[in-house]
Structures are given as structure tokens and as C-alpha cells.
């Protein structure tokens, strides 16, 4: 099944301890992407990432760090977590059309910083 | 910066009723997105209109896009309980491949 993957679901940490949230396609994507949900905001996108070993920042990457070593994996990384950074986050990937084309989402990450 | 703006915020009918919602956007594009969120959920891709198409039908989904005025509006008919859920309208705007812009959705409840 064609599917976007995110881990954990749920996460309650606290300020200034490292995580790592993953995100993983089995769909041979070359596009991915995050982004982060909050209530009267939508969705903003954080990094992007055309392909392997080629991301890019969106409208809101303070806080944030990303890597694409593979073409499946897309980590999202918070190497400080604050308050400000409590949110629903979603990965999403495309095929060559990138983002122009109809995006996967995966079921997102529910993260709390408290 | 939001570049889709979906209106009405929140809609509610009854159960059979067609539902339409709106989506402005600021700059051209390439193509025009509409997008459902189930509670808490990610989001599942409806249609894709292209800035040359005025029209697009799927099921019981029909999109129209006016360039000119900038504006596209999705249309639900005989609207089901199952259709609540937020919708989002999504811009990939010409030179850039690599943004989609989201609105801040519509709210769509349907009563049974």
C-alpha cells in the first residue's frame, strides 16, 4: 500500500531535549516535504526536498533541520525544542511533478513541549 | 505568506444539500489544489485544476477556477454525514516547483 510513514504519533517532551521525528515513503518520491499545523494558521511548510542531498527552507524553518540521505527518508529534526514549536506536524511527498502535483500525507505528529 | 484563502471558515447543512466553498488567491498559478482533512488527520489530495481549465468534475466533486478573478470554488453535492471534514485549497504558483501554499480551510459539517 502506498503509504507516507511519520514517527511517533504522539510525543510530550520538554524544552531543550533533542528529537527526531521521522518521516519514510514507499512511493520512489523525489519530493518531500513538512509542515506544521496550528489552530487559525494552516499549514505552513517548514523544509523541502527536491531530491536526495537537496532540501531547502519553507516559510517557517527557525528551530528546525532536515536531512535526505536516502530518497525514502525525509527526518525532521528539533535540536531545541521550545513551546513555540507544540504542534500537529505532517510529512508529505510528491512524485516528479513535485510540488505542483497531488502530495501524500502521512497522519501526522502530534508534539508537545512543555 | 497565505496565498489561498478559503471561504466561508466554517459551513454547516444538512444532510443531501450541496455544499460549495471558495478559494481566492493573489498571484498566478500554475495549478490550483483542493485538499480534505478529517479531524486530526493528514490530508487527502480531491483534485487538481490547471490554470488553462475552467472546469473539473470527480464524483460528486466539481471545481471551477475563474483566473481572472483569481478565485476557484469547490462543489459537493448530495452532501453525506461522511463529507465533514476541513477542506483546503493548495496554489503551486508559475517559476516555483517547489512550494505549495495551503489556505487556512473551510470547516464543512454535515448534519444527518
Known amino acids: 500500500e502506498a503509504q507516507v510513514t511519520q514517527n511517533p504519533r504522539y510525543l510530550i517532551t520538554v524544552t531543550g531535549k533533542k528529537l527526531t521525528v521521522t518521516c519514510s515513503q514507499n512511493?520512489?518520491?523525489?519530493?518531500m516535504s513538512w509542515y506544521r499545523q496550528d489552530p487559525g494558521l494552516g499549514l505552513r511548510q517548514i523544509y523541502y526536498?527536491?531530491?536526495?542531498?537537496?532540501?531547502d527552507k519553507g516559510d517557517v524553518p527557525e528551530g528546525y533541520k532536515v536531512s535526505r540521505k536516502e530518497k525514502r527518508n525525509f527526518p525532521l529534526i528539533l535540536e531545541s525544542p521550545s513551546p513555540n514549536q507544540t504542534s500537529l506536524y505532517f510529512c508529505?511527498?510528491?512524485?516528479?511533478?513535485?510540488?505542483?502535483?497531488?502530495?501524500?500525507f502521512g497522519d501526522g505528529t502530534r508534539l508537545s513541549i512543555l | 505568506s497565505q496565498q489561498g484563502e478559503e471561504d466561508p471558515q466554517a459551513l454547516s447543512i444538512q444532510e443531501g444539500e450541496n455544499a460549495t466553498m471558495n478559494c481566492s488567491y493573489k498571484?498566478?498559478?500554475?495549478?490550483l489544489q483542493w485538499y480534505r482533512q478529517n479531524s486530526g488527520r493528514g490530508l487527502v489530495h480531491l483534485i487538481l485544476?490547471?490554470?488553462?481549465?475552467r472546469e473539473k468534475h470527480s464524483g460528486r466533486l466539481r471545481v471551477t477556477l475563474d483566473t481572472s478573478k483569481k478565485s476557484s470554488s469547490l462543489l459537493i453535492t448530495a452532501s453525506r454525514a461522511a463529507d465533514t471534514a476541513s477542506y483546503f485549497c493548495?496554489?503551486?504558483?508559475?517559476?516555483?516547483?517547489?512550494?505549495?501554499?495551503f489556505g487556512k480551510g473551510t470547516l464543512l459539517t454535515v448534519n444527518p
Open positions: 508529505a511527498s510528491s512524485g516528479h511533478t513535485g510540488a505542483e502535483g497531488p502530495q501524500h
Open positions: 512511493m520512489n518520491h523525489e519530493y
Open positions: 526536498s527536491m531530491n536526495v542531498e537537496v532540501t
Open positions: 498571484t498566478s498559478i500554475n495549478n
Open positions: 485544476i490547471r490554470s488553462n481549465e
Open positions: 493548495a496554489t503551486g504558483s508559475g517559476g516555483s516547483n517547489y512550494k505549495l501554499t
